[in-house]
C-alpha cells in the first residue's frame, strides 16, 4: 500500500463510451500527476498538478481530460477514446512538482488497466 | 533531460547479489540518481537515490562512479519478490523539473 489508491483497477469502454478514472492519495501532499504506460513502451507523462494548479499538459490530445478538485484527488476523464489508448493509467503524487533533490519521491497507484474496443 | 542507458534485461539466482548498472554520461552537477523499480501489475516505487556518494537503505545500495558518469544499484541477496523492472532516472535537484522521464529500464528475472 503505498497511501495512492486509482480505481477502477481494471476498465473496459467502447470507443463511444464516456468513463472517468479516479485517483486519491492519503499522503498529504501537494502535487498530483498521471502517467500512461503503453505495452512494451515507457511510462509517459501526461499531466501534472501542483497545489490544484495544471502545471504541464505534455501534448495529451482533448479525449483526455484531467480534473484535480483538491490535492487529495485527481481525475481523468476518458471519451471517444480510440484502440491505441488502452494502456496502463498511473496516477502518482509527490510533496510538491519538483521531484528530486534529497528527499522528494514520486508514490505511485497501482494503475488502471484500461482497454478500448 | 539528461539520458541514462542500462540493459534491457539481466538475471539472477535467489539469495545471490545483483548489481544492475547504468550509465549516464551526460550527466550534469545537479542531476540526483534515482532508481525506481516496477513489480509485475504495479506502479513504480522508489528504491534508493544519491547525488555522488554511495548511499545504503533498507532496500538496495548504491554505487555512484567517482566521474557520476555511471552507477549501480546493488541488491545484496536477491529474492523472488525483487523480480521487477528497474529504472535509472537523473532528475535535476531544486530545479523546475518535475518531468520524470522513464526509460525502458532492466528486467531483471531471479531465478529460485
Known amino acids: 500500500e503505498t497511501g495512492v489508491t486509482q480505481t477502477p483497477r481494471h476498465l473496459v469502454m467502447g470507443m463511444t463510451n464516456k468513463k472517468s478514472l479516479k485517483c486519491e492519495q492519503h499522503?498529504?501532499?501537494?502535487?498530483m500527476y498521471w502517467y500512461k504506460q503503453s505495452a512494451k513502451k515507457p511510462l509517459e507523462l501526461m499531466f501534472v498538478y501542483n497545489f490544484k494548479e495544471q502545471t504541464e499538459n505534455n501534448s495529451v490530445p482533448s479525449r483526455f481530460s484531467p480534473e484535480c478538485p483538491n490535492s487529495s484527488h485527481l481525475f481523468l476523464h476518458l471519451h471517444t477514446l480510440q484502440p491505441e489508448d488502452s494502456a496502463l493509467y498511473l496516477c502518482?503524487?509527490?510533496?510538491?512538482?519538483?521531484?528530486?533533490?534529497?528527499?522528494?519521491?514520486?508514490?505511485f497507484g497501482s494503475g488502471t488497466q484500461l482497454s478500448v474496443l | 533531460d539528461a539520458k541514462t542507458t542500462q540493459p534491457n534485461s539481466m538475471e539472477s539466482n535467489e539469495e545471490e547479489p545483483v548489481h544492475l548498472p547504468c550509465n549516464h554520461s551526460t550527466i550534469s552537477g545537479t542531476d540526483y540518481i534515482h532508481w525506481y523499480r516496477q513489480l509485475p501489475s504495479q506502479g513504480p516505487e522508489y528504491v534508493i537515490h544519491?547525488?555522488?556518494s554511495n548511499v545504503n537503505n533498507r532496500m538496495a545500495s548504491l554505487a555512484i562512479a567517482e566521474d557520476r558518469k555511471s552507477s549501480t544499484l546493488i541488491l545484496h541477496r536477491a529474492t523472488l519478490r525483487d523480480a521487477a523492472v528497474y529504472y535509472c532516472i537523473l532528475i535535476s535537484g531544486g530545479g523546475s523539473n518535475y518531468k520524470l522521464t522513464f526509460g525502458k529500464g532492466t528486467l531483471l528475472t531471479v531465478n529460485p
Open positions: 544519491g547525488l555522488t
Open positions: 499522503l498529504g501532499h501537494n502535487a
Open positions: 502518482a503524487s509527490s510533496q510538491v512538482a519538483i521531484p528530486g533533490g534529497n528527499n522528494e519521491k514520486l508514490f
